[in-house]
């Protein structure tokens, strides 16, 4: 197919120093020859009838390679650009971080400040929340996307910033206390949008719109707070159809801060930019080192997120970045700054992997220093593992149930013919011995290894688990038990939570549990409910742990739900 777009560009901004010798490092004098790798990453989406995404590449100053693979529009069959504008996801958090900083310049808050300080509606907890706390995903603040799952929100359903921040004003609990730990939570950033019209007098859109937009002349960027607003080359987001096609993915919500950003990959490129030569605020540089500077928890352990960027490494070589996914949209802007090589990569199709395809786009143009890092004339390929064979007895012997305590996961291993799987939280693998008690998993894109320890009593093991060599946890034997349809007769009932405002039946049916919204029209999980500890059950990922009283009986149930803990759900 001949490309819907195909335009190289040479725009020389900023960032020029060095570039003699970056030039050389990096070998990239047969352009042509890269960027025929490159294309041929994306032919899978590269044709009519395909979402697919936009693809920026930046080097030293300049957007070198800037192009559309698929359609920004199947209705009307429009071609992906340069131009088409994505929504971002929360890639949009660094721009709500960078106005917080801003706001800071001139005077307006104190990242210290306290969450009441503005918003005084929430609740006074036992530490307080500041803006810092907010920024780092830090604050214990439970996810008010995932609190709108559990009160049976729909995907479709249509709700206001002040029904969120009503929702997060219910809360009685934390997480966890504010600086403790480090839980990715949207609650924090969206409180941020909030603290911005109050610090400011703007809302959020008209306040970045004249301190970072405008100035930097992104023209074709807003956050996108009115879902009614014509956006002229918009790429319409959409998801994978049941039986092959697509269907239309997009939402109505108004909410930004954790999101809600509106973009194209040239004038992310103008952002990516002024990394190099700050044109914002007035303390130059200064405020991009304190964007990029990671947060730190009340114990000195430092993080590797900063304001709405992850300071991490990619093949040795550091790298910022911060991925997005919502509805049909997934984004990821990835940045060598090193080697002054970036790369961004947007998407409307709900199954890309934007984060994947930049560091596999990445690779190609630092194929040169990854080769130095590792010392060879070309990067090994992963030491395909060795495997041994074992007896039925000695692996029927390592089936059973392990529960990770710090992850509250349940890893389930049966034998399966003759090798052992793994039926972890929406997962199955196969794993296989090179040792008597050691195992790698097969078909997973990385290196996971299990070690079988067997425990004091000589017949249980206790699990250690390695991804790529770096230690995952413990898992540790337990006993999965399984009541019998008497005795499930205990949990069944109405629960009700004040913090949702929200209430859920529970009805024995064939032997097993089921929970309703009591709006039947609702969302809800359809499967029943898988016994795991005593008076513990899961379906989805939904977690609901039983309380009882001093006479055994049930008073209630809590729920954890990844990025939300402990909502109680009181028994009527």
């Known amino acids: ?150 009160a049976g929100i729909r995907d479709d359903d249509y709700f206001t910033d002040a029904e969120v921040v009503d929702l997060l004003a219910r809360q009685e609990e934390l997480n966890f206390k504010p600086g403790e730990e480090h839980l990715y939570s949207n609650s924090g950033y969206f409180l941020l949008s909030q603290i911005v019209k109050k610090a400011s007098g703007k809302s959020l859109r008209e306040y970045a719109e004249e301190k970072i937009f405008q100035p930097l002349g992104m023209t074709n960027t807003h956050f996108h707070n009115d879902h009614t607003r014509i956006v002229k080359n918009r790429a319409s987001g959409y998801a994978p159809k049941k039986g092959g096609g697509f269907v239309i993915s997009m939402t109505t919500l108004p909410m930004t801060g954790d999101g809600g950003v509106f973009t194209s990959v040239e004038d992310l490129f103008l952002w990516d930019q002024n990394f190099c030569d700050n044109r914002l605020g007035e303390s130059g540089q200064e405020l991009i080192g304190k964007i990029q500077t990671p947060g730190v928890l009340n114990s000195g352990e430092k993080l590797d997120y900063a304001f709405g960027l992850e300071i991490g490494e990619h093949e040795g070589l550091t790298m910022v970045s911060h991925g997005g996914a919502f509805v049909g949209f997934r984004a990821d802007m990835i940045r060598f700054p090193e080697q002054r090589l970036s790369v961004i990569c947007l998407a409307n199709l709900s199954t890309f992997d934007p984060s994947g395809m930049a560091r596999r786009v990445a690779d190609v143009y630092l194929a040169d220093l990854i080769k130095d890092k590792v010392g060879d004339k070309t990067k090994p390929e992963p030491e395909k593992p060795k495997f041994i064979e074992i007896s039925e007895e000695a692996l029927k012997a390592k089936t059973g149930n392990y529960y990770n305590k710090k992850r509250d996961a349940i890893w389930n291993i049966v034998l399966r013919k003759d090798k052992l799987q793994v039926r972890a939280p929406f997962t199955r693998f196969l794993i296989s011995p090179i040792s008597p008690t050691r195992f790698v998993a097969e078909g997973v894109p990385f290196r996971l290894e299990i070690e079988f320890d067997k425990n004091e009593d000589g017949r249980s093991y206790t699990l250690h688990v390695w991804q790529e060599g770096s230690e995952l946890g413990t898992y540790d034997p337990i006993q999965v038990v399984e009541p ?89």
């Open 1 to 150: 197919m001949k490309k819907t777009f195909r335009k190289r560009w040479f725009i020389t901004v900023g960032c020029i120093l060095g570039f003699v010798l970056l030039w050389e490092s990096l070998s990239f004098a047969n352009t042509d020859s890269l960027i025929e790798k490159v294309d041929r990453l994306f032919e899978t989406w590269d044709k009519p009838g395909s979402p697919g995404c936009a693809l920026g590449i930046i080097q030293d100053g300049t957007l070198i390679y800037a192009c559309g693979y698929g359609m920004a529009n199947l209705e009307h069959n429009i071609p992906l650009t340069s131009k088409s504008v994505f929504r971002i996801g929360s890639t949009s958090k660094q721009f709500t971080a960078v106005c917080m900083a801003l706001l800071e310049e001139e005077g307006a808050l104190s990242l210290d400040d306290s969450l009441r300080k503005f918003l005084p509606q929430m609740p006074k907890y036992a530490e307080e929340i500041t803006i810092r706390h907010l920024i780092h995903h830090t604050s214990g603040l439970r996810d008010y996307l995932t609190l709108a799952e559990i």
């Open 484 to 572: 019998k349809p008497e005795e499930l007769k205990a949990y069944v009932g109405k629960y009700y939570s004040g913090e949702l405002d929200t209430a859920y039946l529970l009805r024995l049916k064939k032997g097993k549990i089921f929970i309703r919204h009591e709006n039947p029209y609702k969302s809800y999980p359809k499967a029943a409910l898988k016994p795991t500890f005593m008076d513990r059950f899961q379906v989805e990922r939904w977690k609901l742990n039983f309380i009882r009283n001093k006479n055994e009986d049930i008073i209630g149930f809590k729920v954890n739900a990844g990025r939300v803990q402990n909502i109680f759900f009181e028994k009527q």
